[in-house]
Nanobody, 126 residues
Framework: QVKLVDSGGGLVQAGGSLRLSCAASGRTVSTTTMAWFRQAPGKEREFVGLIRWSGTSTYFAELAKGRFKISRDNAKNTVTLQLNNLKPEDTAVYYC???????????????????WGQGTQVTVSS
């Protein structure tokens, strides 16, 4: 199993930015996709975006388009989520996740991910 440690959350005013990081250890070639999800109190876990470990493909939920960016550093086994122009409704615990099944396509379905970070809190004040 891949071990994930996510970090970088904090308190920011509306319109501000944060950079979240996810460090992966124990990754193999079967770990094909890294994704970010978020979960606010009383709400279901919500897909934010993902990136493949090979190639340049990234995918984003509508909530992220134009504001959030995902990048990776294969040598360091890290994935970064850049959050820009944050809004109060972005307040949530953000989780990185890994799909280690070896499937050859990415998915926004959280049940497809078998490794999860502990979560990092992002709070956006109005």
């Amino acid at each position: 199993q891949v071990k994930l440690v996510d970090s970088g959350g904090g308190l920011v005013q509306a319109g501000g930015s944060l950079r979240l990081s996810c460090a992966a250890s124990g990754r193999t070639v079967s770990t094909t996709t890294m994704a970010w999800f978020r979960q606010a109190p009383g709400k279901e876990r919500e897909f934010v975006g993902l990136i493949r470990w090979s190639g340049t493909s990234t995918y984003f939920a509508e909530l992220a388009k134009g504001r959030f960016k995902i990048s990776r550093d294969n040598a360091k086994n890290t994935v970064t989520l850049q959050l820009n122009n944050l809004k109060p409704e972005d307040t949530a615990v953000y989780y990185c996740a890994a799909d280690g099944s070896g499937r050859d396509y990415p998915t926004a379905d959280p049940t497809a991910y078998d490794s999860w970070g502990q979560g990092t809190q992002v709070t956006v004040s109005s």
